[in-house]
């Protein structure tokens, strides 16, 4: 044993100021120490214990250095600072056996050189490594961690307290370096901060890796920040073939360009909470073999990938929840811009992918091959689902496709949940809200189905045709259901599309879908399968072109409880299914356009308002039928108005239908040619007429023939006094004449 008192100092560079070896253990307690070589030695087959109070300088050599055989525990408490030239601050050896290894750090510590760590542990035996750090430590060697714990078998602690601080200074330095060969775990409680300061080269500010299954586990206090300043360094990087977990609430930042601020890679499950994370580059990654959670609980900034996160199995689910901002600002490379990257890597997963975000994910990008917001995915056959309680923003400056919200699946249901308190945006062209679950041409049997009751804007920049809300699959069902609102601005758009390979109904609950642009824009379009689309009442689908689409559908409903519209064209257009329509405008709704039906049997039942308006209707080829017990109108116009019903078979007017051709001045007309007209007494026709001499002309009803009994209401538009006619005027017209 060694106790000293007083300063102790040497001056031969090569040697140290106090030695201590022993056979069965060795022991120094030591004051201040002025070294021209290392400042304490302590080896013993048993037992080492060095204790500190003074500071130690050692000008070529280790500040402290103990070995131990492995035949006893090793101790070392810092009292007083350490300073260490061209050695390392502390250097710990310990050798196989169960003894453990306990380091305390109270004092600052501080090495430089390549190589030299401010503190280093390696332990080749399986007792117990605990390092405390309650001071600041530091070291300035390129590729040199500040921090070193390594073990073969060993299990590791490492706590750095609130106010202390880890500082590499080095080319490539790094904070806190931990590693092992075993299973034995490996604990970090960090409460004070790791910097990594060199802006140049890359360097990581914690990096811990096990070589075997060791489980990590990574604590992060809320008043704690890890800064890696390299230009492609990483923050915190953890990598085992076991367990990973991360309880972070403090904050991780790497500002370079090309950096990561957090990494996790685990052959276990992998578990994360996270506090703040900035990166220039790469926010959060995380892969698991098995399976992975993660939550955060602050923002996430981030400038290519805020979160990327995934599963390499085959049964495990992944599973991420934002309750942060996650941002994404534009990259100089041209990159994938992508604010949540989540799914499963394994083409045989049944795994499922889940995403919920409370927080707003906001994408911006102007040098992206692709923008997304949030992209889930499986090339598996499990179920994917993301639920979107905060707002989304996904904006391509370039002319990129760019979507907001993407949930794919190979088979398995896909959904989308947006809550009404959700505003999802994006503008460049793609899609809002896209569900997909398609594996080849038809085979593809996974359920799609998107709940959308918040706000959804599509800004489409016309090169590319775009939905707001997609659905995409084989022949598995498709379900929307939209309470909330979708507009879709630009060329080629939609408000809802629906797209099937293969046979299968598209069921679509609307409430408010607005496509602004005339001629291009549509509400709603489905193609293939089947469809059952519902308007709600005091909805509204509008049109820019078509107020809803059928393409290359079957056997089809549409049951309008609000208003269909269209700017410009049809209202309805299924003028390309294939087969027959079945539409319902229920009383107090309202359909405005013409409708263009398939050549099929179509059926239209209208007990609110049919307003012709804009085009002529055409019920193509079939038997075709309109049932009328509300009100059939012509739009409004300040000239006649002429609009057909074409290759309509039978029209039934029933007791309390109306046909109303009072629009503006006398002269408008409907013509339904070829039609069989039926009127039930109590149904009504109401006529414009300018009651005046020979030539005065009245609304006109022309049909093919007409059976039963319709009450003719005139209204007089001729404002002055009459004149006898004895030619009279035509009101309704048959084509017997």
């Given at each position: 044993a060694v106790t000293t008192t007083g300063q102790t100092q040497t001056g031969t560079a090569g040697g140290v100021a106090i030695e201590a070896q022993a056979i069965s253990g060795a022991s120094v307690r030591s004051a201040a120490i002025d070294a021209a070589g290392g400042g304490i030695s302590a080896q013993a087959a048993g037992a080492v214990t060095v204790e500190t109070s003074g500071a130690i300088t050692a000008r070529n050599g280790a500040g402290i250095s103990t070995a131990s055989a492995g035949g006893g525990a090793t101790s070392v408490t810092v009292g007083g600072a350490i300073t260490a030239t061209n050695g390392g601050g502390v250097v710990v050896l310990q050798g196989p056996g169960t003894a453990p290894v306990n380091v305390a750090i109270n004092a600052p510590v501080t090495a430089t050189g390549n190589g030299n760590s401010a503190v280093s542990v390696t332990n080749g035996g399986s007792g117990a490594t605990t390092v405390g750090i309650a001071a600041n430590v530091g070291a300035n060697g390129t590729a040199t961690p500040a921090v070193l714990v390594q073990s073969a078998s060993a299990p590791q602690s490492v706590t750095v307290a609130p106010g202390a601080a880890i500082t590499a200074s080095g080319l490539n330095g790094i904070g806190l370096q931990m590693q092992t060969a075993g299973a034995a775990p490996i604990i970090v409680n960090l409460n004070g901060n790791v910097v990594q300061s060199s802006t140049a080269g890359a360097g990581t500010g914690v990096l811990i890796q096990s070589a075997g299954t060791a489980p990590i586990t990574f604590n992060q206090g809320g008043a704690s920040a890890v800064t890696a300043n390299g230009g492609a360094a990483a923050g915190v990087e953890l990598a085992s073939y076991g367990a990973v977990t991360v309880n972070s609430s403090g904050t991780i930042r790497t500002p370079g360009a090309?950096?990561?601020?957090?990494?996790?890679?685990?052959?276990?499950?992998?578990?994360?909470?996270?506090?703040?994370?900035?990166?220039?580059?790469?926010?959060?990654?995380?892969?698991?073999?098995?399976?992975?959670?993660?939550?955060?609980?602050?923002?996430?900034?981030?400038?290519?990938?805020?979160?990327?996160?995934?599963?390499?199995?085959?049964?495990?689910?992944?599973?991420?929840?934002?309750?942060?901002?996650?941002?994404?600002?534009?990259?100089?490379?041209?990159?994938?811009?992508?604010?949540?990257?989540?799914?499963?890597?394994?083409?045989?997963?049944?795994?499922?992918?889940?995403?919920?975000?409370?927080?707003?994910?906001?994408?911006?990008?102007?040098?992206?091959?692709?923008?997304?917001?949030?992209?889930?995915?499986?090339?598996?056959?499990?179920?994917?689902?993301?639920?979107?309680?905060?707002?989304?923003?996904?904006?391509?400056?370039?002319?990129?496709?760019?979507?907001?919200?993407?949930?794919?699946?190979?088979?398995?249901?896909?959904?989308?949940?947006?809550?009404?308190?959700?505003?999802?945006?994006?503008?460049?062209?793609?899609t809002a809200l896209n569900a997909v679950s398609e594996l080849d041409a038809s085979t593809t049997t996974g359920a799609i189905t998107i709940n959308s009751a918040g706000t959804v804007v599509l800004n489409n920049n016309g090169v590319q045709q775009s939905a707001a809300i997609s659905a995409r699959t084989g022949t598995g069902a498709i379900t929307i259901n939209q309470t909330g609102r979708v507009t879709a601005n630009g060329a080629n758009s939609f408000g809802i599309g629906a797209l099937r390979s293969g046979a299968g109904l598209t069921t679509i609950n609307a409430n408010n879908v607005i496509a602004t642009t005339p001629g291009f824009g549509f509400g709603i379009g489905v193609q293939g399968g089947s469809a059952a689309i519902t308007v709600a009442a005091g909805g509204t689908v509008n049109g820019g072109?078509?107020?809803?689409?059928?393409?290359?559908?079957?056997?089809?409903?549409?049951?309008?409880?609000?208003?269909?519209?269209?700017?410009?064209?049809?209202?309805?257009?299924?003028?390309?299914?294939?087969?027959?329509?079945?539409?319902?405008?229920?009383?107090?709704?309202?359909?405005?356009?013409?409708?263009?039906?398939?050549?099929?049997?179509?059926?239209?039942?209208?007990?609110?308002?049919?307003?012709?308006?804009?085009?002529?209707?055409?019920?193509?080829?079939?038997?075709?039928?309109?049932?009328?017990?509300?009100?059939?109108?012509?739009?409004?116009?300040?000239?006649?108005?002429?609009?057909?019903?074409?290759?309509?078979?039978?029209?039934?007017?029933?007791?309390?239908?109306?046909?109303?051709?009072?629009?503006?001045?006398?002269?408008?007309?409907?013509?339904?040619?070829?039609?069989?007209?039926?009127?039930?007494?109590?149904?009504?026709?109401?006529?414009?007429?300018?009651?005046?001499?020979?030539?005065?002309?009245?609304?006109?009803?022309?049909?093919?023939?007409?059976?039963?009994?319709?009450?003719i209401v005139v209204t007089d538009t001729n404002t002055r006094a009459g004149a006898y006619n004895p030619l009279g005027m035509l009101v309704v017209s048959t084509a017997a004449g």
């Open positions: 090309e950096t990561i601020a957090l990494s996790v890679r685990g052959g276990g499950p992998v578990s994360m909470t996270t506090g703040t994370v900035s990166s220039g580059g790469f926010g959060i990654y995380g892969v698991s073999a098995t399976s992975l959670n993660l939550t955060t609980t602050g923002a996430t900034s981030a400038v290519g990938r805020g979160i990327q996160a995934s599963v390499a199995g085959t049964t495990g689910d992944v599973v991420v929840t934002t309750n942060g901002a996650v941002t994404l600002t534009p990259s100089p490379f041209p990159i994938s811009a992508v604010g949540l990257l989540v799914g499963q890597q394994n083409a045989a997963s049944t795994g499922a992918t889940r995403v919920m975000t409370n927080g707003a994910v906001t994408v911006t990008a102007s040098n992206a091959l692709g923008v997304s917001g949030i992209l889930a995915t499986t090339i598996g056959t499990g179920a994917v689902a993301v639920a979107v309680n905060g707002n989304v923003t996904a904006t391509s400056t370039s002319g990129a496709s760019s979507s907001a919200v993407i949930a794919s699946s190979r088979g398995g249901a896909t959904t989308i949940t947006q809550a009404a308190s959700s505003n999802v945006t994006v503008t460049g062209g793609g072109g078509a107020g809803i689409i059928l393409l290359g559908t079957g056997a089809s409903t549409i049951t309008n409880n609000g208003v269909v519209r269209a700017l410009s064209n049809f209202a309805i257009d299924a003028s390309n299914a294939a087969g027959g329509v079945t539409i319902s405008n229920a009383a107090g709704a309202e359909i405005v356009g013409g409708v263009n039906l398939s050549g099929f049997a179509d059926t239209l039942t209208n007990a609110g308002t049919f307003t012709a308006q804009g085009v002529n209707s055409n019920f193509g080829a079939g038997t075709d039928t309109f049932t009328n017990s509300g009100l059939v109108r012509l739009g409004a116009s300040a000239a006649p108005v002429s609009l057909a019903f074409q290759n309509l078979e039978t029209f039934s007017n029933l007791a309390s239908g109306t046909i109303d051709l009072r629009q503006g001045a006398a002269g408008n007309a409907l013509a339904m040619p070829g039609t069989a007209y039926s009127g039930a007494a109590g149904s009504r026709l109401l006529v414009n007429a300018f009651l005046g001499a020979p030539g005065s002309v009245s609304d006109r009803l022309v049909v093919g023939t007409a059976s039963g009994t319709t009450a």
